[in-house]
């Protein structure tokens, strides 16, 4: 999650500075930062699904009155926040990159 802070904070970063001063090479950077932070957005659920489908049967053995679609769908759901935060500041970069194209000269 550190990294998706990270990519997503400098994208939102690119996307604002481009918005301000609209550049080819700042749109290529913030492509690029968006690419990275949509990278990091997947690889963040790919980690959490992996880490549920390998903790859940020794927390169900832990907890007995936990079944195991329980405990599936609550680490499903746990596993999505990557998904959450790193949707969001693609949706928001998209947003400020709008901004820039409105402001780009004709």
Do not use: N, W
């Not at 690029?32 to 903790?55: E, F, K, P, W």
Request: with cysteine; charged share 10%; proline share 4%.
């Amino acid at each position: 999650m550190f990294f998706l802070l990270a990519f997503g904070v400098a994208t939102l970063v690119a996307a604002s500075l481009y918005a301000v001063r609209v550049t080819r090479a700042l749109f290529r950077i913030t492509l690029g930062l968006a690419a990275a932070t949509a990278s990091a957005t997947l690889g963040g659920i790919c980690v959490d699904l992996a880490t549920v489908g390998h903790q859940v049967p020794e927390y169900v053995q832990k907890h007995p009155g936990v079944s195991l679609a329980e405990a599936v769908l609550q680490g499903l759901a746990e596993s999505l926040a990557p998904g959450v935060l790193g949707f969001t500041f693609l949706a928001l970069a998209a947003l400020i990159v709008t901004l820039g194209f409105y402001r780009e000269p004709a």
